[in-house]
């Protein structure tokens, strides 16, 4: 039987183990199997990693990759957009399939809450067979109900796992969130979440952008994307200093649209200080479970504050990505970010780099 | 010259001194003067009196009354609404008045963030001359461009202020988070502010509502308005276990919607969980500022709640609480809430009687 | 082989025919076999009847049915929303099943416009197997798919048919079009839908509503369910004096909120001078091509005016009508509706009483 | 006593009559004194000069004007936004007055339909003092109460009225309507108003952007502009080939959103047919009154569209076209839009280029 590569988190905080796992072709109806040609190292591979989210293990990470279909199960013929779908063709896939029938999918029509959700490179015990459902591999096996899309032509694969799920995150984030044509924008972060709401932002309309974040290659990024401003956490290194730099920027009374992009849980309540009165804050970078901080609510009611999370995202913002990304601009400034490359038996050092926040966005080339 | 006793805060904590006060009749344009018949004492008082809130003293306290018109300046000749108004007429009044101009007021559309925004019982030293700005006094001077409302025959002085500025504010915050028809809400706080969201809540058309707080004489009010079922802060003590009671009322989800009246800091990462995924929160209690708390930011990403604050009230909610209490059933159920009444010589026991809850709403016949 | 009668429409505008098919107890996975114990019949019967809508005959006519499981084919163990589906529980289901993967479905999330959507008792020809896709019928054959609801224990069949489609087409067109608590409603037309909007207009928190429509007896029941005026057809024969009347109780600039639930195209122009400037418009009666009419498009800039359509409703409206029959004043309302009842023998007769007004609702109980 | 000319409409139809005023300078408190610098001739003008709206005549026309402070009246100290105003300003002002008391300003927050709404240019009778209340002239006499904006030292005369009241119209009909980033726009007509319909949609962050309309040199303008295609009456004489077209561009469904700024009736039931099902569809160009047109509500119904009117715009849309205009690119086209100027003397000439068609934008420089 051929057997697939692939870089397993055995246990957290140590390094990746690369395994070999039996590779069954026999596929079930729907079913699809990609052989992965490139696939990001995402921030939440690093808290994962850390063991900052209940997920099972081992488990074969990778939860933004793309690759080419190698055989479609009985059934599978059209991609999620309709369009058919062969082998040989170049795509990428939604990272989680949700149920369509709970609580969440069905009667509050929010799936990205589905209360049966799963995610490749997150979800799936390496352990338990077909193993292969983790983007850190020569191949992934794509259930049935896998939302696939069929990439562009002119689409490469560095512009579409350079901007990663951050791009699909920031999608939903700035839909729910809800920005103007002529919006003041702060986005705290410049990582990868940070770049791409900088980018939708733009593109949305704001009227100015400031990017507070670190470190400097990548406010330097930011600047490459279009922000207006950059406030650097090195030279700006307190709230209430970084408050007046952006200011300086906004304008006194602060930003229409806040998009926290940080992680870190001290961000938010900086963050709704960077608010103008009557503003709105999207809570986006909150994925992990970082802990507790100490915040005013009565601020939250005195500055008549909108403060809205947003998890995930659903298939249909993999399909924006996918048209975001149709702008030659945005194309080639995420490929761009692809700034370090690692084979596969490189894993743990591809996520040692993002850890250190060396990279723009590291990529494993399995 | 005419004289006019007013109640006054001179010092925090300490019993309302009873002041006499000179009576300009020679009227400004646009100014009235009305005889105050009613006035109410809210809880917004006793954080004045405690020094929560920065304002100016002495001042006269009151900032939710009703009265009748007794001069009328040049030019006064119709309330907010168009109405004609005459010597006489029993009206009530906006405490605010804003700008028009600045920032917020014009260019953000958020009038109740107005930078230069005054509130009678509120923002006027009784030292400065024309000293009769606030509601615990015989006589209140209004200023030019004070929203003045004729009331129906039929609304007496004690519906509209036994739903106070209470009720106002539930509108306004109602209005800002959205409330469907067939939500399922929680009430977090049994005081007015609590009630008048209950009230909004149920006429909006909430499948279930669900009061929690106390005292008892309170979550018995709240029944009588209607709610579906009160979970008491004594028999249930911890949020762990109001959580669980909260839960078997609303499904193990949450609920739809949840509004915080309540004030303390801690009710905020409380009411959190009592939301189901995907649901709202309004900060509306945490006026004044009680301090800081601890949460976990990633609890509004993970849920992806939204959450809004709710500042005070346009003049049109006070067009709207007159229009809400045309309904027979709300009319008569504000006017009982009306259980202490108190001579203006009284202020300081009447306050006394709101900062130990006692009351369901104790008012001032000056 | 057991045999189900059923009433078909096999010539456009000729009485209906009672048939016999054969009844196949073989079920495939997901399908459900449901003895239909009453059926609604809908002014869309009369439309369909007419021919003035594209679809095959003949056809089993019947769209809003309730009924109780007698089979259940393999592996459908739940209804809609989660909870367990047996032998002999008392039912009802949502007339379309969409597909779920079309442009409308996934990209747009507009389910109601799916492109391969069929309804029973619409959309089937009785002449292909398996025949039964109507409820107007001894049995009927749902589909794997359908959105089938366990009927609460005290919910009458006379209340969910009593309401029928037009109950859950009210919940989405009044979910659509947005009404806030306070606002004054005028609703077009006083049949099922006409009344179906009424209610929600009033669960709603509607200040006033006003119903223009007739007949007599209908107008009457519109009375019944709450409604503050109603103005009839009859008594004021042309738009200009309806505009005078419904004015004189909207107040001189008309309504918040106009719902148009009559079908005939004159109501639309005719209702847009019933909304005051900036106020909205819903055409929801409209889902029969009844032709043209005059219209003029600067009615529409200058008075600002938001119109919207509405089409049919999601699986979700019908769980919103059950829930909304939860409440027992409409529960009365909507089973007292159903004034008419008749065999299946006599569906013809029904579906006469139907198009000539005389009905509250007519049902046959096959 | 100085005096100042003018170009009056006296007649409907006829041309315009050079008349001279009175100027008086003595400035009562809040008014100002301005020297036209550049005064726009607007579609509208035209429609005003067949007599299509109902306006006093004689009249001064003109209500797109830019020009200088040559005196501010006692307590005007300040523009709309707060800045310091001085003689010598280079301003532009907000062509509309309105009460802020009235029913629509008050209670119902849409100033646009404000009961007492004047415009420069349009409801002030010429032959009543103080007479210089139109734009083709020297001078212009503001009133108390003008929303007046210092212009930025980088913005040009020719970028402000170059946009003209059609920027700030189409600011005001986007935000209603809505517009998503990615979504895929039509906009009907080509002229000012659709050039800046299209402006704003791009910058919104349209997907792809199609202007149908004429003559050839405006739709080279629209392409200049940044559509991405256009379809051209001339060669597509038909809304039948018109459809085909679009949807060439569109996808078969058609687009998100139709922007309607053509002026014809028959624009509004071409237009619903270009959007797709649930689409949304502006009513942006129907400001004169030219009469009905027939047209099938049913398909209101059954494509589930939003259809919205928006009527001019408020002081707050001046304030969005100047910082939409602070956008380089935006400014330097909007300038280039103007492609003919005239002296006062040849006002009437300059009207009658717009009535042609001939001009991107004709302008006076008096």
Redesign the interface.
């Given at each position: 039987m051929k057997m697939s590569k692939a870089a397993v988190l055995q246990e957290y905080q140590k390094p990746l183990q690369i395994c070999e796992f039996p590779l069954n072709e026999e596929l079930q109806p729907g079913e699809a199997l990609a052989r992965v040609e490139m696939a990001g190292i995402c921030g939440t591979d690093v808290h994962l990693w850390k063991g900052e989210l209940p997920i099972p293990v081992p488990v074969i990470l990778g939860h933004e990759s793309a690759g080419r279909i190698a055989k479609l199960g009985a059934g599978l013929e059209r991609d999620?957009?309709?369009q058919a779908l062969q082998e040989g063709d170049r795509v990428v896939w939604a990272s989680s399939i949700v149920c369509?029938?709970?609580?969440?999918c069905?009667?509050?029509?929010?799936p990205?809450?589905c209360l049966k959700r799963k995610a490749y490179g997150i979800s799936y015990c390496s352990n338990e067979a077909p193993h292969l459902r983790g983007g850190y591999a020569e191949w992934i096996l794509l259930r049935a109900g896998t939302s696939i899309f069929k990439l562009p032509d002119n689409l490469p694969f560095e512009s579409i796992v350079g901007a990663g799920c951050a791009l699909n995150t920031a999608l939903h984030g700035?839909?729910?969130i809800g920005?103007?044509?002529?919006d003041t924008v702060v986005i705290q972060g410049a990582g990868p979440v940070g770049l791409a709401a900088l980018a939708?932002a733009i593109?949305?309309?704001a009227?100015k952008t400031v990017v507070v974040g670190g470190p400097a290659h990548r406010l330097q990024m930011a600047l490459e994307f279009g922000a207006d401003a950059v406030v650097s956490l090195e030279e700006f290194p307190t709230a209430a200093v970084r408050l007046e730099e952006v200011r300086r920027h906004t304008g006194e009374?602060g930003a229409d649209v806040v998009l926290e992009c940080v992680g870190h849980?001290s961000a938010?309540p900086e963050g709704f200080e960077l608010c103008?009165?009557?503003g709105k804050y999207l809570?986006?970078?909150?994925?992990?479970?970082?802990?507790?901080?100490?915040?005013?609510?009565?601020?939250?009611?005195?500055?008549?504050?909108?403060?809205?999370?947003?998890?995930a995202f659903e298939?249909?913002h993999v399909?924006?990505a996918i048209?975001?990304l149709?702008r030659p601009r945005w194309r080639e400034l995420f490929a761009k970010q692809v700034t370090h490359r690692f084979s596969l038996d490189q894993a743990s050092e591809a996520l040692d780099t993002v850890r250190r926040l060396e990279a723009g966005k590291a990529v494993i080339l399995p």
């Open positions: 999620w957009t309709g369509g029938e709970c609580y969440y069905r009667i509050k029509r929010t990205t809450r700035v839909e729910r920005l103007e044509m002529g939708v593109e949305s309309g009227a009374f849980p938010v103008r009165d009557g809570v986006l970078g909150q994925y992990a479970n970082a802990g507790n901080v100490e915040f005013n609510p009565h601020v939250i009611t005195k500055k008549q504050l909108t403060v809205m999370g947003s998890w298939p249909r399909l924006g048209q975001f149709a």
